[in-house]
């Protein structure tokens, strides 16, 4: 089970339809596949070994998808680096994973260059038109002859770290398989979502972005096109739906809401959408019955997943409405338990945290582990399960309802935001003495973070410069989007910071 003997068998037997389409440019499954062995031939010539950790620093592009594909052949590991983090943040990924090669655009060499100084920096493969310095280019790679590629590992060894936001303040990276993708974006989404060789998938979020490394296994599994746009804009998906007849779009609620009324307004546009991926939070209620209303032949299909386990539990499109709060039902072949704080499995109708089992690791929807972070491994998992953090109940049918974050997450506009790693770019601030982060109700985005923030010195300061700061220490946006100064933060009996309270404080 590797990607690279769907990818051969893809190019066998679709050879000429399109494989991936972007703009101008289209790229068949046979060039896919040829394009993806060159670049895997040239990391292999270049030193690469199993196991080594390969940086994709790519825009939405058709290069982004055939370097991974030709990291993953070469035995490598691909790290994607997504392009909204700040320069701090992408030096700890630099630093963490330590890749031997870095994919960049001529645009982001410089980029790349500053947040990694004073490290042993990677080497550089500059995609472009034009040379930088005597770095390797992609277009060398595909010019140029290389010896046959060598035999590469079984495909429970990892092919991709995705860095997932931490309750400690630092991004943890967890290792994925090829096995991981092949089962969940291949056999599940056959037999759970219908997703086959027909289908035409658009791709409106970063490709470094773990949604659309899934799709990506729709592509590589089943031998569906994807089309991917370089950035999300409401009247350019109509218009991508339309041209190329799309029948999938994964989305989080705010790409719905923003979508809204673009589809109202050019309705024509959408209709070969037959089903719609919806994930990140829950989908409100309204939202839904104004997607079925507007596009009745597009089935939903919502979901409750994590970078780590995969997706936990599927909504059908029957009961979107039935059981609109709900997460769904768990999938089958993955044990789901809540339990206590003492790991004491509760009640039906109780409240627990959710723990997920999917067998071994790396074998099936679980991750194998996290990189460099082995008290966080110790701390995760428990004889298979692995512990979400997050907080839900099953009802008497079982559906499951996801109630709470136990890791104070903030969900907006589908990227997950941790409240601590906006905390500590705060608190780093010279004028901060401590900060609390919440998240509060959007309107578009479904939540936002709103900052409680008590100064050392000052009895004020212009709050607009705590929000710049925060966006030039984490992604921009991760940024508070309301800041409150407060003398003093509310404390529980235990001295920790009561954020209900800060809640109710925000509401008044």
């Known amino acids: 089970m590797k990607f690279a003997s769907y990818l051969a068998a893809g190019a066998r037997r679709y050879g000429s339809k399109p494989a991936l389409i972007c703009g101008n440019t289209t790229l068949t499954f046979s060039q896919l596949d040829e394009a993806s062995t060159r670049v895997a031939a040239a ?173 990506l296994g729709n592509l590589v599994v089943f031998g569906a096109t994807l089309v991917i746009m370089p950035k999300f804009d409401a009247e350019e998906v109509a218009t991508a739906v339309m041209e190329h007849r799309i029948t999938i779009l994964g989305m989080v609620p705010t790409v719905g809401r923003l979508l809204i009324p673009t589809i109202m307004k050019h309705p024509a546009r959408f209709e070969s959408l037959r089903r719609i991926l919806a994930t990140g939070e829950a989908f409100p209620i309204d939202l839904k019955k104004e997607l079925m209303e507007w596009l009745p032949k597009a089935e939903i299909y919502s979901f409750y997943s994590m970078t780590e386990v995969g997706a936990v539990s599927l909504l059908l499109p029957p009961e979107q409405v039935s059981h609109a709060a709900s997460a769904g039902r768990v999938l089958p072949g993955l044990e789901v338990k809540l339990v206590d704080n003492d790991a004491v499995e509760v009640q039906q109708g109780e409240v627990g945290e959710v723990w997920v089992r999917s067998g071994e690791p790396g074998r099936f929807l679980t991750m194998l582990g996290y990189l460099n972070r082995p008290e966080a491994n110790a701390e995760s998992f428990d004889n298979g399960w692995f512990k979400t953090g997050d907080m839900a109940r099953f009802d008497q049918d079982d559906y499951i309802y996801i109630v709470d974050r136990k890791k104070d997450m903030v969900v907006s506009g589908g990227y997950n935001i941790y409240t601590k790693e906006v905390e500590m770019a705060l608190e780093s601030h010279p004028e901060v003495q401590q900060a609390a982060v919440i998240g509060v109700p959007d309107a578009v985005f479904g939540e936002a973070v709103a900052a409680f923030v008590v100064l050392k010195k000052l009895e004020t300061i212009d709050t607009d410069v705590l929000v710049e700061w925060v966006a030039t220490q984490i992604a921009s946006y991760k940024k508070p989007k309301y800041v409150r100064l407060i003398a003093t933060l509310p404390q529980n009996a235990g001295g920790k910071v009561h954020k209900q309270k800060l809640s109710e404080i925000f509401v008044k």
């Open 43 to 215: 990391l292999q010539a270049n030193g690469v070994e199993p196991g080594d950790r390969i940086g994709i620093f790519l825009p939405n592009c058709i290069e982004f998808i055939v370097c991974f594909l030709g990291i993953v052949k070469a035995g490598g590991t691909g790290v994607p680096i997504n392009l909204k983090l700040a320069t701090p943040e992408v030096r700890f990924i630099v630093e963490d994973a330590a890749p031997k090669f870095i994919f960049v655009t001529q645009a982001r060499v410089a980029e790349l260059e500053a947040a990694t100084a004073g490290l042993e920096a990677p080497e550089n493969i500059v995609v472009g038109e034009a040379r930088v310095g005597d770095f390797l280019t992609y277009a060398e790679i595909q010019a140029n002859a290389y010896p046959p590629l060598r035999e590469t590992p079984v495909q429970t060894d990892a092919c991709i770290i995705s860095y997932t936001s931490g309750t400690t303040g630092r991004p943890k990276g967890a290792l994925l398989t090829q096995s991981n993708f092949i089962v969940m974006n291949g056999f599940l989404n056959a037999l759970y979502w219908g997703i086959q060789h027909e289908d035409r998938i658009l791709l409106t979020t970063p490709l470094a972005h773990r949604t659309a490394f899934a799709r």
